[in-house]
């Protein structure tokens, strides 16, 4: 190598710690291609390089073709490398649509491209590719052609299996893959028509032919209990099978923990710490425990399982827990992060035994305020499992005299344990009281649990409600996930923060006049604090609509991230916020653990409690991360949390249509729960659940869709469908395959109002919905009162209560009409897919 190539390379010492003949960085041979002006040959480059000796001509030519996979540069027809960017070209992925088209989204977060129907017959939904801009369209859309695609997103397809007229084809579960898949009979395997099975891709796609594929797993009919989170499962890439290396690591842990496990630790296994869950819970990651302070006020303790005593650096374990990121959950069925042994097992907090932990010790003040708080490393022994149910009899005042009695019976038997639940009843009051004075937003919903009969079909859906033992568990979880990110920020460690964001601009201004048509309004100017939210929900508190109200002030905000950058948590209202109690089921959490373990061992601070016998912690052992290495971390977890999301409400789609597929025929009372330019939502009262009632079904009027106002509304009788009001329907039909459930309007129970007169919204130039079946589908997570524990999906989860997921669905056509007869049926994708019911609600979700 020059050493003049070498001085002036940056990176040349990195690369020289890495190989033992050096090349040229990726970053110089950008810098160099961008001085130079011109695409060059590979050749060209090693001249200008003075790469002369063949190993590092061929290594050259290995990292050109690495930096092309990955956009960096691009390699043309003529073998010559270039800039993308100097040749009009950027790096992105496809978002497919079921009507065919698509859409190219870039990297760097410029306006999307519209890829017509010819364009997405190559690709499938995923694909990372290089686009250029091609043109507008005649409705000023910009257009896109793909030039190179850098990477596919499938290689296996789960889908149906069909064969007729002599060849078999595959379609795809997933609505954004339009294409059907040819299979050959000769890779059709033991696949019979109508049965799902995963398909392994052998031809991808061009402009002339479909894809081709084999058949490398049947998974079954439609009646086969469980089948629909084996689709889930493997149409949203969820790892679900154990590595035999994962198992095989499991035999070096015992069933209990030893001795020389609790070196170093804090003994208090004497101290009356209980962990609260849902009935159904098995992994237990907190416990709490409370103190009268003689001065005033409280100390807090919140124990955590530590998990990142097991779950070391580099490990198989560790690297499978990346992987997964998350624990899934599904109706009566856990996909967990961590093997049972561990999470049910030795992390889980159970009663009676001894376990790891780490701690964060808080003083409350009478107040409810946090004025300190200090981490350490400890072993307790839990003196209790209790449930949500059986402390909210304990602590709550009771209204009847059964529940006087039932109250009286629980605290009889859980009478060693009273005095703490009384003190921890208090301190949650003067938390919650603290929290409400701050104008932290807190949103009101009633959740659904599902009871399942006979072969794991849903014999009813019943609404859950939240009592103070729920509230309890979730403000002790606040305090500790705000200590552990005011720890990082002071630490000046690299580490992920829960991220939320305020309200998305674009979005804020037809908020507001939605709110006014309705005679509210939402204060704040053009950058609304939490508080300004909080009055307009007080101002909702008593209506009848609020939960669906709700639900628009939730889909104003962003989405909730993980990010090394700390840009505060809005809708909890705290300026810094890291997930630190659920490490069991988080990798986020697992993180903030082995940080606050590393600061532990090598830090002095009144923020961290190290014993006296503890041993050191090197940052190589157990925590070498950079910047970049959270900031793709982040990006990893929040994919695999929106993942886990998407797979949860496809199990629940599935459900409700089986549910309600001896129903056809049916009426029903409803509320329209939302209105979009091809229809209306309609939320079927009493069994939560939703279907669509089709323009095309609504009589005797050309019908318009304003945005703003959340209508549709008749050209000629100036009668308007509104959010919340009161409907009659009838269920027509059911498709099971795509999860459709469609409605037709018997009556109002509150007759259709005529609508103020002004002019009809026209129809908007721009894209169409990138997923319209999805654009009302906002959701989120940090909102749902509190940092309580992990539940299923539920109706409200999915409408308002999850207020961090509300992140921007592209916003359809403003207009849409039917013309009177049309005998026209709603389509699979226009199927509106949220507040699916939840599942048995084991844990609940934390913010």
């Known amino acids: 190598m020059s050493k003049n190539r070498k001085s002036r390379d ?79 070209l950027i790096k992105g992925k496809v978002q497919g649509n079921k009507d065919g088209f698509g859409f190219f989204i870039p990297e760097d977060g410029s306006g999307d ?51 007729e007229q002599g060849f078999g084809i595959v379609v795809p579960d997933s609505k954004r893959i339009p294409h059907e898949i040819l299979i050959p009979d000769k890779a059709a395997g033991h696949a019979q028509d109508g049965q799902f099975v995963v398909a392994e891709i052998t031809e991808y796609p061009s402009r002339r032919r479909k894809a081709i594929a084999k058949i490398v797993e049947v998974l079954g009919d439609s009646s086969k209990p469980g089948l ?103 109706p009566g069925h856990v996909i967990p992060m961590l093997p049972e042994k561990l ?18 010790e808080m003083k409350i003040s009478t107040a409810g305020e946090m004025t300190d708080y200090c981490f350490f490393e400890a072993v307790i022994h839990s003196h209790g499992r209790m449930t949500y149910t059986e402390v909210a009899d304990i602590v709550q005042t009771p209204a009847t005299e059964t529940q006087e009695k039932l109250r009286a019976k629980m605290r009889q038997r859980h009478q060693s344990l009273l005095p703490h639940l009384d003190e921890l009843y208090s301190l949650y009051r003067a938390l919650r009281s603290a929290r409400d004075n701050s104008g932290a937003m807190d949103f009101d919903t009633t959740e659904t649990r599902i009871v399942f009969g006979e072969n794991k079909k849903i014999r009813e859906i019943v609404p859950v409600y939240r009592t103070d033992a729920h509230r309890l568990i979730e403000e002790c979880m606040l305090c500790a996930n705000v200590a552990a990110a005011e720890l990082m920020e002071s630490s000046k460690l690299p580490a992920l923060y829960r991220v939320h964001e305020g ?61 090394p950058k700390n840009l505060g948590h809005f809708g909890l209202g705290y300026p810094a916020y890291a997930h630190f109690t659920s490490p069991i089921r988080r990798y986020p959490d697992l993180l903030i653990h082995r940080a606050i373990r590393f600061l532990i061992r090598n830090k002095s601070s009144r923020h961290l409690q190290k014993q006296a016998d503890a041993g050191g912690l090197s940052k190589k052992q157990i925590y070498p991360y950079s910047a970049s290495d959270m900031q793709d971390l982040g990006e990893h977890c929040s994919m695999a949390e929106r993942r886990a999301d998407g797979a949860g409400y496809s199990v629940m789609d599935w459900l409700k249509c089986e549910y309600m597929q001896d129903k056809i025929g049916d009426e029903f009372n409803g509320t329209v ?46 009668t308007s469908y509104h959010l919340g009001d009161s409907v009659e329907v009838k269920v027509v039909r059911v498709n099971l395959d795509e999860k459709k459930i469609d409605l037709q309007m018997t009556g109002s129970v509150a007759a259709a109002r005529p609508a103020p007169r002004r002019r009809k919204p026209g129809k908007k130039k721009g894209f169409p919905d990138r997923d319209r079946s999805k654009k009302h589908k906002d959701k989120g997570k940090d909102l749902n009162n509190g940092e309580g524990k ?18 921007g669905k592209r916003s359809g056509a403003s207009s849409a009409t039917k013309k009177p007869g049309s005998s026209k049926t709603s389509k699979a994708g226009s199927r509106n897919k949220s507040r699916r019911s939840g599942a048995p609600a084991a844990k609940r979700p934390r913010r």
């Open 503 to 563: 309200p998305n601009p674009n979005k804020l201004e037809n908020l507001r006049e939605f709110l006014s048509e309705l005679g509210l309004y939402l204060p704040g100017g053009d950058k609304p604090e939490p508080s300004d939210y909080k009055k307009v929900l007080q101002q909702i508190s008593n209506r009848p609509d609020k939960h669906l109200l709700q639900t628009m002030l939730i889909r104003s905000l962003m989405q909730a991230v993980y990010q």
């Open 790 to 807: 992990k539940k299923s999906k539920s109706k409200n989860q999915r409408q308002g209560a999850k207020a961090e997921k509300s992140g």
């Open 10 to 88: 940056p990176f040349a010492g990195r690369e020289a710690e890495k190989y033992a003949n050096p090349i040229p960085s990726r970053e110089f041979i950008l810098q160099h291609l961008e001085q130079v002006g011109e695409p060059v040959s590979h050749t060209t480059l090693c001249q200008q390089l003075r790469l002369e000796d063949e190993e590092s001509v061929e290594a050259l030519r290995r990292r050109l073709n690495a930096m092309s996979r990955d956009g960096q540069i691009i390699s043309n027809r003529r073998g010559v490398f270039g800039l993308a960017g100097h040749m009009g």
């Open 113 to 163: 491209l519209f890829l017509n129907g010819r364009e997405m017959e190559k690709l499938f939904d995923g694909d990372q590719v290089l686009a250029r801009v091609s043109g507008v369209d005649g409705r000023g859309r910009k257009e896109g052609i793909v030039v190179e695609i850098l990477k596919r997103r499938y290689q296996q397809i789960v889908g149906r299996y069909y064969h």
């Open 673 to 718: 729960s939302s209105v979009t330019s091809f229809g209306l939502f309609v939320e079927l009262n009493d069994i939560y659940i939703e279907g669509l009632v089709h323009i095309t079904e609504l009589s005797n009027d050309y019908y318009h869709f304003d945005p703003v106002r959340h209508c549709l509304e008749g050209e000629r009788s100036r």
């Open 343 to 360: 999470s049910n097992g030795l992390c889980s907090l159970k009663p009676g035994v001894d376990r790891l932990t780490i701690v964060c």
């Open 228 to 330: 629909e989170i084996d689709i889930a499962l493997r149409s949203h890439d969820i790892p679900h099978e154990w590595p035999t290396a994962v198992t095989r690591s499991l035999n070096q842990f015992d069933e209990q923990v030893q001795e020389k496990h609790l070196i170093g630790r804090r003994d208090m296994r004497d101290v009356a710490f209980v962990t609260i869950d849902g009935e159904d819970a098995k992994d237990f990651d907190d416990a709490v425990y409370a103190e009268r302070q003689q001065r005033g006020g409280w100390t807090l303790f919140v124990a955590i399982a530590d998990v990142s005593h097991y779950v070391t650096l580099g490990s198989v374990l560790d690297e499978e827990a990346i992987n997964r990121a998350t624990s899934v959950y599904f």
